[in-house]
């Protein structure tokens, strides 16, 4: 009976040793990035130019799998319960870490129970409206939407799966009254029912308009930036044009299981950071007009944080009903 102990005792000091030896060897294999949205946008492609910068910097490839669906939450419910090995992430887009717990009443996973690895890119969000569009601002706009017997008559998108950027866009035009067109499938759906006139104005990734608006297909009304884009120097802010004084950015975040160990997390952090600050990356997200971003896992986790808070308060006050 007394040897039970300390055969427990050994097994536990020399379990302790391998754990420390295969974190230090991470990572042994191809580690998967499971991205929660469609590829194609801003957070797909900012996270496989990144993935491959991995490979080359840890020595094993990072294989990107897109898993749409749900607002994001197929994507981040798959990850939520894989093994905290640190070779199942989480590439996502702000909805199911800082929204989909304000909008659902059960979740498959815990919003706040993952690990956050690291920031890596921020995408400023902007009001576009069709090219022939006559309002240049707010009143404007405010004007366009008194119908006849006080009817709306100005279209603007509705995406679930893009609901950040639908609920900035309701609360910037408080006063109006607009006719809300659901969509269910990606942005571009979006942008091009804008362009063929179907639409009137939404919200949305400037990254996914950049091209569109150049060659003249739609317009940019107004940024929701604190202060106007490099890119559109002429194009005023929400604030400038007579909006709410709005910031409303789609971040991407690396996120790990629950559990994962530390030094796993610490090295992964370094390694996207490093990564972020290669000159062919910056170049890179900088033609797609997507922000780098950066910090370490505590600087992560206090913006996740922070931007949960946020959208709580944005959720409650518009007095959205839980699903």
Known sequence: MRRFPAIILAGALLAAPAAAQSEADYPGRPVKIIVNVASGGGVDTATRIVAERLRARL??????ENRPGAGGNIGAETVFHS???????????PTPLAINGWLYKKLAFDPAGFEPVALMSRIPNVLVVRRDFP???RTGVGRRCEGQFGQAHLRIAR?????????????????????HVPYKGSTSGVLTDVVAGHLDLSFIQFSAVHELQQSGKLAVLAVATDKRLEALPDVPTMAEAGFAEIVSETWNAISAPPKTPAPIVVKLNAAINAALQEPEVRARLRELQVLVGGGDAEETRRFVAEQRALWGKVIKTAGVPQQ
Do not use: I, M
Not at 159 to 179: E, I, K, M
């Open 83 to 93: 093994e905290g090995d640190g070779y199942t992430l989480l590439a996502s887009s």
């Open 135 to 137: 309002a240049k601002s």
């Open 159 to 179: 995406d679930r799966n893009c609901f950040a950027s639908h609920r900035r866009a309701v609360l910037a035009l408080t006063g109006t009254r607009l006719v």
């Open 59 to 64: 020595g094993q490839p990072f294989v990107v």
